[in-house]
């Protein structure tokens, strides 16, 4: 990861003088003498429960230099944000914060702003950047703006994006390749690749479209591309997450006491085992009341497709536990 956007370190001439560096490899370095004291940096971000954004964040926040000291300000309370408190970091939060509300969100950023002698406000997503700039601008911070995606068709992506920033920044080159091409208000713009870059030609883009624009996780499935530069897939094929576990379960194996198949259990299995019709082999394991246990194959006929659903209602007819996937 290029966390080029924020680095701190010393002079090789002088090391008694520190340095902050705001830009990225590709469009040049600002530097900015902070003499011997901490930088501080306000990360605020929509909500605290954990997501992409906020996995990246928290990688970031655990990886800062010893002269960096991190607030963290949420639009939203959640668990993440109590993990980051057991951790020491200062956690504020805004409930309820509104646009149409500029003087409460401006006092409130304002008072963080002062207590911590924020630096820098680093901020994810427009509607973040809306609510901070204006306390960050009036404090003279320097402003980042993360810009996670999507972009829109077109060169307006509408007014948040005429919001200034000293630097806005995004997570790959193509997205970063479309931001040029559109109106807005940053004085630079960089790159942060926290992940492999994944690239599709228009007949792959064309056939995934649908599951590239949900919100779902997914399989990638292509070739690795490396040069000295970056790394990245070129895209063959995508599959949902869910789908893709489902298809790597090869066996399903269900354990079974022979009481709980007696009195109309085994039909009630067979029913459940047909209503999950799939590609998993099915073995059945009965246990005797002696001690012994005899292991089926079940024909194709109860081949399943072990969703969620299917666990739960086989776990009601057999005892917690009794199925096992491989």
């Known amino acids: 990861m290029r966390a080029d956007f924020l680095a701190t370190g010393r002079s090789s001439p002088n090391r008694n003088a520190n340095f902050a560096i705001y830009g990225t490899r590709s469009n040049g370095f600002s530097i900015r003498r902070l003499g011997r004291r901490m930088i501080n940096v306000l990360y605020a971000v929509i909500r605290g429960e954990m997501g992409g954004v906020e996995?990246?964040?928290?990688?970031?926040?655990?990886?800062?230099?010893d002269r960096v000291r991190p607030v963290v300000l949420s639009f939203r309370d959640g668990p993440w944000l109590d993990e980051l408190r057991a951790r020491g970091v200062p956690v504020y939060v805004i409930e309820n914060a509104r646009l149409r509300e500029?003087?409460?969100?401006?006092?409130?950023?304002?008072?963080?702003?002062?207590?911590?002698?924020?630096?820098?406000?680093?901020?994810?997503?427009?509607?973040?950047?809306?609510?901070?700039?204006?306390?960050?601008?009036?404090?003279?911070?320097?402003?980042?703006?993360f810009h996670h995606g999507p972009v829109g068709e077109g060169r307006w992506q509408g007014a948040m994006a005429l919001i200034p920033a000293d630097l806005m920044l995004t997570n790959s080159d193509f997205m970063l390749?479309?931001?040029?091409?559109?109106?807005?208000?940053?004085?630079?713009?960089?790159?942060?690749?926290?992940g492999v870059e994944a690239i599709a030609w228009s007949e792959t883009y064309a056939k995934y479209e649908a599951i590239i624009m949900g919100d779902e996780p997914v399989v990638a499935r292509g070739k690795l591309d490396v040069d000295d530069e970056r790394a990245q897939i070129i895209l063959e094929g995508l599959t949902p997450l869910d789908s893709a576990l489902l298809d790597s379960i090869r066996e399903v194996r269900i354990t079974a006491p022979m009481s709980r198949l007696e009195n109309g259990g085994l039909d009630?299995?067979?029913?459940?085992?047909?209503?999950?019709?799939?590609?998993?082999m099915t073995?059945?394991?009965?246990?005797?009341?002696?001690?012994?246990?005899?292991?089926?194959?079940?024909?194709?006929?109860?081949?399943?497709?072990?969703?969620?659903?299917?666990?739960?209602?086989?776990?009601?007819?057999?005892?917690?536990?009794?199925?096992?996937?491989?």
């Not at 246990?287 to 292991?295: I, Y």
């Open 55 to 65: 996995r990246f964040l928290d990688s970031v926040l655990s990886a800062h230099s």
């Open 102 to 145: 500029p003087m409460r969100c401006f006092r409130e950023v304002r008072a963080i702003i002062r207590r911590h002698q924020i630096d820098v406000v680093h901020s994810s997503y427009s509607w973040c950047h809306s609510l901070t700039w204006p306390a960050a601008f009036y404090s003279g911070c320097r402003t980042v703006w």
């Open 177 to 194: 390749e479309r931001l040029k091409t559109t109106i807005h208000s940053a004085r630079r713009l960089g790159v942060v690749h926290y």
């Open 268 to 280: 009630a299995l067979k029913t459940t085992l047909a209503r999950y019709h799939g590609k998993s």
């Open 283 to 326: 073995y059945l394991h009965v246990n005797f009341a002696d001690g012994r246990e005899a292991v089926m194959l079940l024909g194709d006929t109860y081949r399943v497709t072990p969703t969620n659903s299917f666990i739960t209602e086989l776990e009601q007819i057999l005892p917690p536990g009794s199925v096992e996937l491989r």
